[in-house]
């Protein structure tokens, strides 16, 4: 099991910037895939929708079509640490954000516990 720590959330205004990391103990794998997802207020947990991606091997990135412009994400493999800078946010992008790592064929998949980004307008 892979463990993920999420932080660096809270509270911004509309507009504004924040910078979420996500620490993992993955070191051994020879590729996965690391993401964001968001689960908004008053979303269950199996609508959780995801943000952006990267692949471990070769970088390549995926992001949901209502962040692209926004939000950047990168994977420091040196530091072994996922990070997401959200820029111009809108209260729209409220929600608890979670990091997951998953190995291409499912075999394994671990969550983080989630960290709240809160919007004000």
């Known amino acids: 099991q892979v463990q993920l720590v999420e932080s660096g959330g809270g509270l911004v205004q509309a507009g504004g910037s924040l910078r979420l990391s996500c620490a993992t103990s993955?070191?051994?794998?020879?590729?996965?895939?690391m993401g964001w997802y968001r689960q908004p207020p008053g979303k269950d947990r199996e609508e959780r929708e995801l943000v952006a991606s990267i692949m471990g091997r070769g970088g390549g990135t995926g992001y949901a079509d209502s962040v692209k412009g926004r939000f950047t994400v990168n994977l420091d493999t040196a530091e072994n640490a996922l990070y997401l800078q959200m820029n111009n946010l809108p209260p729209e992008d409220a929600a608890i954000y979670y990091c997951r790592f998953r190995t291409p064929t499912a075999q394994v998949v671990s969550w983080g516990r989630g960290n709240q980004v809160v919007v004000s307008s």
């Open positions: 993955a070191r051994t794998f020879s590729n996965y895939e």
